[in-house]
Nanobody
């Protein structure tokens, strides 16, 4: 099993910044893609940004130029630096990891989710 623990959410004024962190722990062989998604009240969960172990980052159009995703592979941790926040960024932010874990006979690959961290942008 893999546990994802997010931190860094909170209340910030419009134009402000926040940095989210998500640390993965457990019996992990490797993690391919890590990313962030968000869900505003009454809306579906949408992609914010993803970053594979090796490859190109992918951002939602609404956050390009304002948000930056990064990761520390040695720590199995992914970060989301959010700048120039607007009230439209208010949502619960979820961390996601595509992880490979050991099984009794072989390995398992599946997607894991964190519990979510609230980000509220308001004056």
């Amino acid at each position: 099993q893999v546990q994802l623990v997010e931190s860094g959410g909170g209340l910030v004024q419009p134009g402000g910044s926040l940095r989210l962190s998500c640390a993965a722990s457990g019996s992990i062989i490797s993690i391919n893609n890590m990313g962030w998604y968000r869900q505003a009240p009454g809306k579906q969960r949408d992609l914010v940004a993803t970053l594979p172990t090796e490859g190109i980052t992918n951002y939602a159009d609404s956050v390009k130029g304002r948000f930056t995703i990064s990761r520390d592979n040695a720590k199995n941790t992914v970060y989301l630096q959010m700048n120039s926040l607007t009230p439209e960024d208010t949502a619960v932010y979820y961390c996601n990891a595509d992880a490979i874990t050991p099984r009794l006979m072989g390995v398992s690959r599946r997607s894991y989710w964190g519990q979510g961290t609230q980000v509220t942008v308001s004056s």
